[in-house]
């Protein structure tokens, strides 16, 4: 299915080419995550197989990590194979580039972004904790928990470093360009950010149909206002370094309270 998702994501590029489509000839967004998403979750149960007939164990924070990297590998493999080659998008389009005379500077594109984080995850720990209060559910933490400091790393290195670098390179470098081209910027950030919050539930699980209904929905409305943030600060800044910032730091100051505090938070 993956396979046939990248053909398909392929095709509709090349139409879309011939088409002589305005603004952005490329493969839907939609396309190319459902193709990177199957593909990784392919390549992930072949790993798990693999290492379980060799007798290798993977505690949950190095599966997480793991799993983190491959995502990020597929989907950035896939925007360099159906987006970038084509010519759809450039590189520079989807935000590695300096900033130009007058835009300031890397350092500060990283110091804006990480100072953005800080009303972002105000904003969502009020929103959770008022449906919360509402649904009468609690999701689970999106990282297994853990008190060890290796373990910990592990989880810094997935949630800090790696999630946020394919995350934004996809949902903020590659989807919001492409959407900001063919709909213009706002509603670019308003489905991206949609997009970006949905994609965060589509592994949510609960005891029952309900449960797992109001989880998935509180896990949807709390990473909105952050979705549409990044989504902002990206067209903004036009480079990647102030949405990783503030997505990096959005994930990481939670995780050090839990570190800290002990208690169970919830990531993006």
């Given at each position: 299915m993956a396979l046939g998702l990248v053909a398909a994501a392929g095709a509709q590029g090349l139409q879309r080419a011939a088409d002589g489509v305005a603004g952005y000839a490329g493969p839907s967004p939609y396309l190319v995550f459902a193709?990177?998403?199957?593909?990784?979750?392919?390549i992930v149960?072949?790993?798990v197989v693999v290492l379980d007939a060799v007798g290798v164990t993977v505690d949950d924070q190095a599966g997480v990590l793991i799993s983190s990297l491959i995502s990020g590998i597929v989907s950035v493999g896939l925007i360099a194979l159906l987006v970038v080659g084509p010519g759809s998008l450039r590189w520079s389009d989807l935000g590695f580039?300096?900033?130009?005379?007058g835009e300031g500077s890397l350092v500060s594109d990283v110091a804006w972004g990480a100072a953005l984080a800080v009303p972002a995850i105000l904003a969502a720990a009020f929103l959770a904790a008022l449906l919360i209060a509402v649904l009468g559910v609690t999701p689970e933490p999106t990282l297994p928990p853990t008190h060890d400091p290796f373990g910990a790393t592990l989880n810094l290195l997935a949630a800090v470093v790696v999630a946020p670098f394919w995350e934004e390179l996809f949902f903020r470098g590659f989807t919001t360009t492409a959407w900001a081209r063919t709909a213009g910027p706002r509603?670019?950030?308003l489905r991206a950010g949609l997009?970006?919050?949905l994609v965060h539930v589509i592994t949510v699980l609960g005891s029952d149909f309900s449960t797992g209904l109001r989880v998935a929905l509180i896990a949807f409305a709390i990473r909105i206002p952050v979705g549409l943030l990044l989504g902002w600060v990206f067209l903004r800044r036009r480079t990647l370094a102030?949405?990783?910032?503030?997505?990096?730091?959005?994930?990481?100051?939670?995780?050090v309270l839990f570190l800290l505090a002990g208690s169970r938070v919830i990531t993006g």
């Open positions: 193709a990177a998403f199957l593909g990784s979750l392919f149960n072949v790993l580039r300096r900033p130009r005379p509603a670019a950030i997009f970006f919050a102030a949405p990783i910032a503030l997505h990096a730091v959005y994930n990481g100051i939670p995780l």
